[in-house]
T-cell receptor, first 116, second 114 residues
Framework: AQTVTQSQPEMSVQEAETVTLSCTYDTSENNYYLFWYKQPPSRQMILVIR??????QNATENRFSVNFQKAAKSFSLKISDSQLGDTAMYFCAFMKFFSGTYKYIFGTGTRLKVLA | ETGVTQSPTHLIKTRGQQVTLRCSSQ?????VSWYQQALGQGPQFIFQ???????GRGNFPPRFSGLQFPNYSSELNVNALELDDSALYLC?????????????FGPGTRLLVL
């Protein structure tokens, strides 16, 4: 069975600094997708970034980038130039498409606070 | 393009009652998934609907059931409510035509069972 582990329940970072959130997962599959979602205090979950497992190149979306280490089953999120609006819960998620069904598994989240 | 919407935003029920939550999927999406998110936890997959049929289920009892309509909107029904059903219920839509399966979430319905 697949599992997703986020070992940092809470983190804080100064505004304009860089922070890295960690995520590890366990799977025997070779083809899958990984995501980072952000859930601000207003609670609507927002897709931050996605990574296809078969792509070696790390995904980047503006200030957000990932370090995907497939062999180590690690998928960390780096936020550069942190902004106050980045304060939120961040969830790492694993997805596999199998027999017409998406199977999504979320980690327990990391609460990030950006300090002014 | 309209986003995912859910209703109601908040709901209070008593133990043993039944509840129906509603979700309208994002324009162009044909798949709806439902999640239960307990306080301080990550979302837990309840089930997914595609073409009006259940298309995958998590570890939730049969008293959690759902429907999907021809316009791809969906309902989540919970019978015989228990105190532990108190949670944020999230709906997410996606398209089977997009292989990465990225899901787009609604704002959620906060259910409190007393």
């Amino acid at each position: 069975a697949q599992t997703v582990t986020q070992s940092q329940p809470e983190m804080s970072v100064q505004e304009a600094e860089t922070v890295t959130l960690s995520c590890t997962y366990d799977t025997s599959e070779n083809n899958y997708y990984l995501f980072w979602y952000k859930q601000p205090p207003s609670r609507q979950m927002i897709l931050v970034i996605r990574q296809e497992a078969y792509k070696q190149q790390n995904a980047t979306e503006n200030r957000f980038s990932v370090n995907f280490q497939k062999a180590a089953k690690s998928f960390s999120l780096k936020i550069s130039d942190s902004q106050l609006g980045d304060t939120a819960m961040y969830f790492c998620a694993f997805m596999k498409f199998f027999s017409g069904t998406y199977k999504y598994i979320f980690g327990t989240g990391t609460r990030l606070k950006v300090l002014a | 393009e309209t986003g995912v919407t859910q209703s109601p935003t908040h709901l209070i029920k008593t133990r043993g009652q039944q509840v129906t939550l509603r979700c309208s999927s994002q324009s162009g999406h044909n798949t709806v998934s439902w999640y239960q998110q307990a306080l301080g936890q990550g979302p837990q997959f309840i089930f997914q609907y595609y073409r009006e049929e259940e298309n995958g289920r998590g570890n939730f009892p049969p008293r959690f059931s759902g429907l999907q309509f021809p316009n791809y909107s969906s309902e989540l029904n919970v019978n015989a409510l228990e105190l532990d059903d108190s949670a944020l219920y999230l709906c997410a839509s996606s398209s089977q035509g997009i292989p990465d399966g990225a899901q787009y979430f609604g704002p959620g319905t906060r259910l409190l069972v007393l």
